[in-house]
């Protein structure tokens, strides 16, 4: 690939983690697996329309990521909110799909989405030499078998639960061994702060 091409590429990619159009699709997209629309009976009961409909408003203004600096303007209820709406998502995402236990392929595809705006959303601010090694087979491989274990954790049946430490242990390890696979590497710096005004430490 020649530097023009990957710098292309770089910029396209660029473009599209800083759209908030991508993250508000993110975010809806989290909101209909979140509240299981595809495995709703119809005519679905009002509190799930309701359910839905707030959380179609909700997830994709806490989808945008925050890349501002960590520091407070005053402790008030909206400025933490506003901070650490990211944080506000997963959690609200990860409770919705705790609430009722979702078929294989849901729970799959609700790893995948979680994993996916997790990795994301930190994306934005690794310098280009970590975000390149994101890339290699040993993360990917290693991305696949937290996805995979998170998700036999979820949909397998709960009549034996010998095989869960395994699983929850294997996951465990691959989160650590996708972590390990970025961490390591010749010196690397994070942006920090917002766009435009980002100083390296």
Not at 18 to 25: C, D, V
Not at 40 to 64: H, N
Not at 138 to 161: N, Q, R
Request: aromatic share 6%; net charge positive.
């Amino acid at each position: 690939m020649s530097d023009e091409t990957a710098e292309s590429t770089a910029a396209s990619h660029e473009a599209l983690l800083t759209s908030p159009l991508f993250w508000a699709g993110y975010g809806v997209l989290m909101a209909v697996m979140g509240t299981r629309l595809p495995m709703w009976s119809w005519p679905p009961p009002p509190d799930q329309i309701l359910l839905l409909g707030f959380c179609v408003l909700a997830f994709p203004a806490l989808a945008q990521p925050y890349v501002g600096r960590p520091v407070l303007a005053a402790v008030r209820l909206n400025h933490v909110a506003i901070a650490h709406r990211n944080t506000l998502l997963t959690g609200g995402f990860v409770m919705l799909v705790a609430c009722e236990k979702p078929p294989a392929w849901a729970a799959g595809a609700d790893a995948l989405l979680l994993a996916g705006y997790l990795v994301l959303t930190d994306a934005i601010t690794l310098p280009p030499g970590v975000l390149r090694r994101t890339a290699s087979p040993a993360f990917l491989l290693l991305l696949v078998a937290v996805i995979a274990g998170a998700t036999a954790l979820v949909a397998l049946p709960s009549s034996s639960g010998a095989y869960r430490p395994i699983l929850a242990a294997a996951a465990g390890a691959a989160a650590l061994g996708a972590a390990l696979a970025t961490a390591f590497g010749r010196a690397e710096v994070r942006r920090v702060g917002s766009r435009g005004t980002e100083r390296r430490n």
